[in-house]
């Protein structure tokens, strides 16, 4: 196969042209991305047959397995072979930009462009979401401090601020020292991808509906316990203003032109992990073929897709694919320390069959999932130029084996679409098989029993067991009615269970549930599983040293 020749981004007229948008239904931000006017996309009528392609993939490497790379490929590669295509993807934070992952909007010749743009600012939403936090924060305070009805005492407070950036700093902290009309409190920071106005951001349809779910977000609990909402403190309409325009998915483009929207960038790990509803909504209208990627392992994004983003909109996937590689599966025979920050030992990278058979449960189990989840799989092995062939036919095997309707290689990063045809076919192929997608648990379960679902279903383990301060929290919550939320748990992605060190397909253990969070805008509650941190810490040698701009303005070291 020849490489796809390298390309400057088109200007956006071009591509909303080409995806059939009336310059009624877009609002160029300058030459190379839009925000769609989502009044007039949505008056359009859903296509028949669209479908929705879920990529997720295997418990990766601290470096990922170009789960990103791939979802963008694989939407040039179903345009190259004539599909209607388009991706929904998040919006990268800042915090892994500038911390252990760098760049998060693919790379080689499988990117969005453009590039430089997508991983910093771009349309400036996650600057609204944190904007829009820390005003709730301070008029919260604001509230307390002056005895407002309803009454806050400090140690009822639950509102956190956020910044993104992984400041591990921040996790704990103290806030209101010395000033009379700020209660002094404990609380600390999250990041803007962990919090419940980017929830709201990724979950809502539209304003109407992003309005009424900050309406009821929970920031504390007055005397006797009653929840005091952010409607009841004000300000809900200074938030809404600050998000206006944030809540319209962005329009951009693939390496080779292929239409992609940007939207909403909650982690997998530490939140719901999705793209947003509002750009499933359109997309469906826009393309036959939508790829959206969830965050990290099936365990993780796409657990939360079913659970949570496709509750929400009704659009659930039709099949899923599960990117792989042949480093991750050796990385699960726990024979090789990897580490975040530190580059892969060069061991990990020589073919061994011993260790790639050891770390094969790991593939296995996330096919079960999935197929458990009721949509067909289709094995994306991404391979990389030291790959070896015996691994990867071994990997393929295994796949089918496992029960996976197909195993294709990806070559996108090295040869963008083209590299990518085997499996866009495979794809459009596997969309023939039979798909009844469907969900692990009822609502109506009680809380506990919705995480013990999840626990033995999605992890493998036994059960899970609460904190005394977890079960104080379900209790409360439920007494108050939200019992019937959907649980998001937070956890490592570094391995199926909650336990970064447990490897492969681990069996025999209890996930424990430290505490629980109500994000009752968002409409489910939170689970700290282990000890997952909602504000990360920064790696020895964070990506940000590595990052500089000349004096034409060209930005050095960020992919």
Request: charged share 20%; hydrophobic share 45%; aromatic share 6%.
């Amino acid at each position: 196969m020849t490489e796809a020749k390298p390309t400057e981004p088109r200007r956006i007229d071009e591509i909303a042209s080409g995806l059939g948008l009336s310059e009624r239904e877009y609002e160029p931000y300058g030459w190379y991305k839009a925000k769609l006017v989502m009044d007039a996309v949505m008056a359009r009528s859903p296509r028949p047959g669209a479908r929705i392609i879920g990529v997720t993939a295997i418990t990766p490497t601290p470096l990922g397995e170009g789960k990103t790379v791939t979802s963008i490929g694989l939407a040039m590669a179903l345009a190259r072979i004539g599909e209607s295509a388009i991706a929904t993807l998040r919006e990268p934070s800042l915090a892994p930009v500038f911390g252990i992952k760098g760049g998060g909007a693919g790379g080689g010749r499988a990117a969005l462009l453009p590039l430089t743009d997508v991983n910093l600012h771009f349309t400036g939403d996650l600057h609204a979401i944190a904007a829009a936090t820390n005003l709730l924060a301070a008029l919260v305070d604001n509230h307390a401090g002056r005895g407002l009805e309803p009454k806050l005492a400090p140690d009822d407070i639950t509102w956190r601020r956020v910044v993104d950036v992984s400041d591990r700093g921040l996790r704990e902290i103290t806030t209101g020292k010395g000033e009379r009309l700020a209660p002094q409190r404990e609380t600390g920071f999250m990041l803007p991808a962990a919090s419940e106005v980017m929830a709201i951001l990724a979950l809502a349809k539209d304003l109407r509906d992003l309005r009424a779910r900050l309406d009821r977000m929970v920031v504390g609990f007055a005397a006797g316990g009653a929840p005091v909402t952010a409607k009841d403190v004000g300000g809900v309409g200074a938030l809404a203003a600050l998000l206006k325009d944030a809540i319209r998915p962005n329009l951009a483009q693939t390496s080779e032109h292929t239409p992609v929207l940007v939207h909403a960038g909650p982690f997998a790990n530490i939140a719901h992990g999705n793209s947003s509803v509002a750009a499933d909504l359109a997309a469906v209208r826009l393309a036959d073929y939508v790829v959206t990627e969830s965050g990290f392992g099936a365990d993780c994004g796409a657990e939360k897709f079913f659970h949570i983003k496709a509750r929400a909109s009704g659009l659930y996937p039709h099949l899923e694919v599960l990117v792989c590689t042949a480093r991750a599966l050796k990385l699960h025979s726990g024979r090789f320390d990897v580490r975040p920050g530190r580059p892969l030992p060069p061991a990990l990278l020589a073919e061994d069959l011993d260790a790639l058979a050891a770390g094969l449960p790991n593939l296995e189990a996330h096919i079960d999932i999935l197929r458990e989840l009721g949509v067909p799989v289709v094995v994306a092995v991404n391979r990389f130029p030291d790959d070896h062939p015996r691994e990867l036919a071994r990997i393929r095997e295994a796949a089918l084996a496992a029960g996976a309707v197909a195993a294709a290689e990806s070559e996108v990063y090295l040869k963008g679409g083209e590299g990518g045809v085997e499996l866009a076919r495979a794809v459009v192929g596997a969309c023939q098989a039979e798909s009844a997608p469907r969900t692990f648990y009822d609502l109506e379960l009680p809380i506990e029993e919705k995480l013990g679902v999840i626990a033995r279903r999605v992890y493998g383990g036994d059960g899970v067991e609460l904190s005394p301060l977890a079960r104080e929290q379900a209790e409360r919550f439920t007494a108050l009615g939200y019992g019937a939320l959907p649980v998001c748990v937070a956890k490592t992605q570094y391995s199926i269970s909650h336990d970064p060190a447990l490897l492969g397909r681990p069996r025999g253990f209890t996930v424990p549930i430290r505490e629980l969070r109500l994000s009752a805008g968002a409409g489910f509650l939170y689970a700290l599983a282990g000890g997952i941190h909602t504000m990360p810490g920064l790696p020895a040698s964070p990506a940000a040293l590595r990052i500089d701009v000349d004096d034409a303005g060209n930005i050095t070291g960020l992919f």
